[in-house]
């Protein structure tokens, strides 16, 4: 989807905050909601695709307001009621003090083999050294496409394999796996006469999102 | 760090609340533990961070032969050193060699190589590194203290599938007869993002 999370390129977010060292975690609370969200992806609970999409569909002003793991923390709630694991509102119910009689789910098994890499019997499409083109893909759920090399010629610097397609693996529509290429683009390419001296950028793209040039 | 600034006291402990009651439904429900939470917490704040970085770029800097293979399968090379690493996406190392720096970004999320590296900065997550550093790296790093020459090639990695980027730095001058345990200490997570060099080995401890 063509949403407020596709942010390479964008203009007008000012300097980069600078912040101080310290632990991994600034308050307790995001340890808590990391330390779930990867709980329940271990368990099969969540899948990856579906959940960077539950976040990339929340309200553009939420997106940029929200602090990170205040994001994370509604997107897990907004799959766990797409899953049936809590009713609609189930949360704000708790946070008004009533409890809800606890129902013991049973988490799924063997939903997905490990990992995202996967054999395909085709050979790839594409090899480095060869050019190519990103298609003028305008998909209205999740893509891994950033719309700034959208219709853009690159170069195919590394074949990386075949890996499972977030475009339908986010909706419940299959693995579908893919090759996936690192197609670099020239600065001038991506930006034009605004482009900075040699300063290519290399995006990882799936061969659905290429043409030959 | 607690964010400082009263205004947002508020909104915190409103995200706190809300997560919460998130996390005592999904508990109540069975299908996630506090134990469980606590490890991977654990995981996160005691042996999974830069520092086991810093000893894959020590030992490429020390052994080419490591070099070679953590440029050609990062994960296989990095499973022969004794570092905690979580079994996540690949990790694809470049390299920042004579005439070229790397640095890394996601514009679509925030990938990272977490199971190596840890937890990302929170500048990294940030829409202004996101949004800018593809569009123009040299300022964004220039902005951040790296002044690259313009001769440099500046490339940037946006990590937008399940692959994760680590910038190998190139070794200091100045650090020749060292071991490879005082180079660990010369490296640092930024540069291994690509948006810092590895300390100074004259002004190192």
């Known amino acids: 989807m063509d949403g407020i999370h596709d942010m390479g390129g964008l203009q007008g977010f000012g300097r980069v905050p600078r912040e101080a060292e310290g632990g991994p975690f600034h308050e307790a609370w995001e340890g808590r909601v990391h330390g779930l969200t990867y709980a329940l992806f271990g368990q099969g609970m969540l899948n990856i695709d579906a959940f960077r999409h539950a976040i990339e569909k929340l309200p553009p002003r939420s997106y940029l307001e929200l ?26 119910a708790r946070l008004a003090g009533r409890s809800t009689p606890p129902t013991v789910v049973e988490p799924p098994e063997g939903s997905q ?15 480095p050294g060869d050019e190519v083109r990103v298609r003028n893909l305008h998909p209205s759920g999740h893509t891994r496409m950033p719309s700034y090399v959208r219709e ?3 170069t195919v610097v590394r074949a990386h394999g075949a890996y499972v397609l977030p475009d339908t693996n986010a909706h419940g529509r299959g693995e579908c796996p893919e090759y996936v290429y690192a197609v670099r683009f020239s600065a001038r390419e991506l930006w034009g006469d605004a482009a900075e001296a040699s300063a290519p950028v290399t995006v990882d793209l799936f061969d659905h999102y290429l043409a030959p040039a | 760090m607690p964010d400082e600034k009263p205004e947002h006291h508020h909104e915190h402990s409103e995200h706190e609340l809300r997560a919460e009651a998130l996390e005592t439904l999904l508990t109540e429900k069975g299908l996630v533990t506090a ?24 030992r490429a800097w020390c052994d080419d032969g490591f070099r070679a293979r953590l440029l050609d399968d990062a994960t296989a090379a990095i499973g022969e050193l004794d570092v905690t690493m979580l079994p996540e996406a690949p990790i694809v190392v470049v390299p920042n060699e004579p005439g070229v720096h790397n640095v890394v970004v996601c514009t679509l999320c925030s990938c990272y190589p977490s ?31 790296l002044d690259l020459a313009p001769e440099l090639e500046v490339r940037v990695w ?30 640092t997570r930024d540069s291994m993002i690509g948006t810092a060099l590895p300390r100074d080995p004259s002004e190192a401890t």
């Open chain 2, 115 to 145: 199971g190596l590296l840890g937890i990302s900065p929170k500048w990294y997550k940030d829409p202004a590194y996101r949004s800018r550093v593809v569009r123009e790296p040299r300022r964004v790093l220039s902005e951040m203290g």
């Open chain 2, 35 to 58: 134990d469980a939470i606590d490890g991977i917490i654990r995981l996160f704040e005691e042996d999974i961070g830069p520092m086991n970085g810093a000893k894959v770029v020590a």
């Open chain 1, 113 to 127: 083999p490990a990992g995202f890499l996967r054999n395909v019997a085709d050979a790839p499409r594409f090899a």
């Open chain 2, 158 to 187: 946006d990590s937008s599938a399940e692959l994760r980027y680590m910038v190998l730095p190139a070794r200091p001058e100045g650090c020749e007869d060292w071991d490879e345990a005082r180079l660990a200490g010369l490296v």
């Open chain 1, 152 to 154: 853009k010629r690159g």
């Open chain 1, 67 to 92: 602090p990170y793991y205040a994001k994370w923390a509604r997107a897990v709630e907004a799959l766990m009621v797409a899953a049936g694991v809590l009713d609609p509102g189930e949360v704000e």
